[in-house]
């Protein structure tokens, strides 16, 4: 079925690019863009509560439950953990004063555009997927805990957790939908029963256009542009 009718309610301007993430909690939500940007809002009046320059393109934004942690990841393979002011701008998340986020640590080890990031249930670590192929785990001092080489062939791009069983799930080019248990001892890979739910690939590198800046291709059914 199309949808003729627009029905948008209404938009939040703000951003200087194309927008890649969303996470909401409430009535807050946290976006990232082309721009370098991540933006903190707050729905009912549509206003930037917060910035957070992350430097480059970021694809991957997750907010913390209590929106006094974020996440970013985007095309300079870095994952940057944050500390942000409480919505009353009075201190950052460590209890210093500050009214700006502030990154908490720089986690260096992917080595393609990081596509998702999503803290854990038990808010214990952080995780990321991007265009390597890997699934890394962080804790929140930037330590890396766990890395999945090959967890997808091509690039790893989803990522959510059940929050009853703490089941991670990943999705990647290679059209496999996988699972995953990292409590400490479990296997460090996805079965392959698991795998055997599959899509056909239909995500693309990002390419440099003409003018230099990353043009993320869109998303097709057959893998064509």
């Known amino acids: 079925m199309c949808i003729r009718d627009r029905p948008r309610v209404s938009g939040l301007a703000g951003h200087r690019g194309p927008v890649y993430g969303v996470c909401m909690r409430g009535d807050i939500l946290a976006s990232s863009s082309e721009d370098g940007r991540v933006l903190i809002w707050e729905l009912a009046t549509h206003a930037v509560l917060h910035e957070a320059r992350h430097g480059n393109g970021i694809l991957g934004v ?41 990154v908490m640590r720089n986690c260096l080890g992917h080595t393609g555009p990081i596509v ?22 962080w804790s929140w001092a930037g330590v890396p805990v766990r890395t999945y080489e090959e967890a997808h062939v091509g690039h790893a791009c989803g990522l959510a ?48 256009s003409s003018a230099g800046a990353e043009d993320v291709r869109r998303r097709t059914v057959d893998g064509r542009e």
């Open 62 to 102: 997750w907010l913390s439950p209590d929106c006094r942690r974020l996440a970013s990841g985007g095309f300079d393979s870095a994952l940057k953990l944050w500390a942000l002011p409480a919505l009353d701008g009075t201190c950052v998340a460590d209890g210093s004063p500050g009214a700006s986020p502030r």
């Open 116 to 137: 998702s990031c999503l803290g854990t249930v038990a808010d214990e670590h952080v995780l990321s997927t991007a265009f390597d192929g890997t699934l890394r785990c």
């Open 161 to 208: 957790q059940d929050e009853a069983t703490g089941t991670v799930y990943t999705g990647g080019d290679d059209g496999h939908l996988s699972a995953w248990d990292l409590r400490v001892g479990a296997p460090p890979r996805a079965s392959r029963a698991v795998r055997a739910c599959t899509h056909r690939p239909s995500i693309h590198a990002p390419r440099r």
